[in-house]
């Protein structure tokens, strides 16, 4: 079967006869960069800038492939800041161009937390081993880019309950510094459920020494949101899931001072604030 497609041209208008799977496969190219809503743009550590840009371009960002949308007003690289970053000038890579952008500064406060169990504070060498291979296993979710789905980044919360503002926190745990919290942590009794926020494909699950019950979910072009402490989970990998799917319940696993889910957004392996990705619930 064949589909018409309408080109326009400066004077005149072509009708072109097209394979209805080649047109099924240039609406799959086309539609991720059409009409898309967009997180919010904050430039600082931990969050997203959106920066206007060509369509015809392959656009990165310290080497990383960066998901790009349009909207009524053009096309935007959306881009996830890691909390590392240091306050300036900085680019993304537009084909053989560079555009650049600045990152504001943003101080984040320092937090003090008591954990009961100090082998979660200093692991013991078999520890080391085992979140070292979990870390892995984490971080090639984090690093893929798969373009197979188009992704929402109009999000609802994955759980009812106050929002803490946790999200880069400097952390000192029994008195030793940590690295900075790159989630959001929503509180909750044990057992409530926890849904995913868009549409996506369970990409890892498991029983990890800091993060306990955890799923991680692809919502391709490298936007990945992660789920912590949970108590049970309900999916397994590859399962595709609609937004408001559940996927696990509330728990107190792995280190934690009590029940909450931690929350976590990666955008092009840089973990940044989950409610830039909010939408008004």
Aim: charge should be positive; glycine fraction near 10%; proline fraction near 7%.
């Amino acid at each position: 079967m064949l589909g018409l497609v309408l080109v326009l041209f400066p004077l005149t208008l072509k009708i072109f006869m097209i394979p209805k799977l080649t047109l099924l496969m240039l609406v799959m190219i086309l539609y991720p960069l059409m009409g898309l809503a967009m997180p919010a743009h904050s430039p600082v550590p931990g969050g997203v800038a959106i920066i206007p840009v060509s369509m015809l371009e392959k656009i990165t960002f310290n080497g990383n492939p960066i998901l790009t949308l349009k909207n009524n007003k053009g096309a935007f690289a959306i881009v996830g800041i890691p909390l590392s970053a240091k306050p300036g000038n900085h680019e993304i890579r537009a084909g053989k161009n560079k555009i650049g952008f600045t990152i504001e500064n943003y101080e984040y406060q320092t937090q003090y937390l008591t954990i009961q169990n100090q082998r979660q504070v200093s692991p013991l060498p078999e520890d080391l081993k085992r979140i070292a291979r979990e870390r892995r296993e984490m971080n090639s979710v984090f690093r893929s880019f798969t373009t197979t789905m188009i992704p929402d980044t109009n999000f609802i919360a994955p759980l009812k309950g106050p929002r803490s503002s946790s999200f880069g926190l400097r952390r000192v745990l029994n008195g030793q510094s940590r690295n900075p919290h790159s989630g959001m942590d929503i509180a909750s009794p044990e057992g409530m459920p926890v849904l995913a926020p868009a549409k996506g494909i369970v990409a890892a699950t498991g029983n990890y020494f800091f993060n306990g019950n955890t799923i991680l979910i692809d919502h391709g072009h490298g936007l990945i949101t992660m789920y912590c402490h949970l108590k049970n989970i309900h999916v397994d990998i590859n399962d595709h899931l609609n937004k408001g799917s559940l996927i696990g319940s509330v728990g107190k696993t792995g280190r934690v001072t009590g029940p909450h889910l931690h929350w976590g957004v990666s955008l092009n392996n840089a973990r940044v604030n989950p409610e830039l990705f909010l939408s008004n619930d």
